[in-house]
T-cell receptor, first 113, second 113 residues
């Protein structure tokens, strides 16, 4: 089955800095890679996703890059703000049909004012 | 955020008792999922259902049971056979077919006393 490794487990940055979270996956058939943000005690919410037919996707301060050859994908947050503080999860799956994502263990991002 | 509800938000159980967690969605989604979340563990799949009256075990199904008698409802029973049930439980749904986005409920925090 799929295995997803996520690093780092904790990331501490100053407000305004950039943050990068990296995930690697094992199943070359995976083609859908979502990222979720989970604030303390709240539900995970999708913030961005990417499919294997593109290498990069941006949405304002957030971007995701995908390297299919190396089987890794990364979340980039620029100009971080205190409200970006949360746990971020990556996931990998074969999209469509019987969709069963495998999640990384999460990264706790702390943005210091 | 709306569309998926879980109840109760907090649940306390004595050892040896079965308890049922509720998950309801009004999104007309075909697929529903139950995840368990422990600190540093990410999201682990307990059970999932792609259509009504059908469900499959996930990675950590032992000690849990589900039913899917209605499209909008996917209750999870934590039985006394589950050795360490204290955790945060998340329900999710997905439209089905080629649409991969999962939407999560607010979660139920179960504590065994």
């Amino acid at each position: 089955g799929e295995n997803v490794e996520q690093h780092p487990s904790t990331l501490s940055v100053q407000e305004g800095d950039s943050a990068v979270i990296k995930c690697t996956y094992s199943d070359s058939a995976s083609n859908y890679f979502p990222w979720y943000k989970q604030e303390l005690g709240k539900r995970p919410q999708l913030i961005i996703d990417i499919r294997s037919n593109v290498g990069e996707k941006k949405d304002q301060r957030i971007a995701v890059t995908l390297n299919k050859t190396a089987k890794h994908f990364s979340l980039h947050i620029t100009e971080t703000q205190p409200e970006d503080s949360a746990v971020y999860f990556c996931a990998a799956s074969i999209g469509g049909g019987s969709y069963i994502p495998t999640f990384g263990r999460g990264t706790s991002l702390i943005v210091h004012p | 955020d709306g569309g998926i509800t879980q109840s109760p938000k907090y649940l306390f159980r004595k050892e040896g008792q079965n308890v049922t967690l509720s998950c309801e969605q009004n999104l007309n989604h075909d697929a529903m999922y139950w995840y368990r979340q422990d600190p540093g563990q990410g999201l682990r799949l307990i059970y999932y259902s792609q259509i009504v009256n059908d469900f499959q075990k996930g990675d950590i199904a032992e000690g849990y049971s589900v039913s899917r008698e209605k499209k909008e409802s996917f209750p999870l029973t934590v039985t006394s056979a589950q050795k360490n049930p204290t955790a945060f439980y998340l329900c999710a749904s997905r439209a089905g077919g080629p649409i991969d986005t999962q939407y999560f409920g607010p979660g139920t925090r179960l504590t065994v006393l």
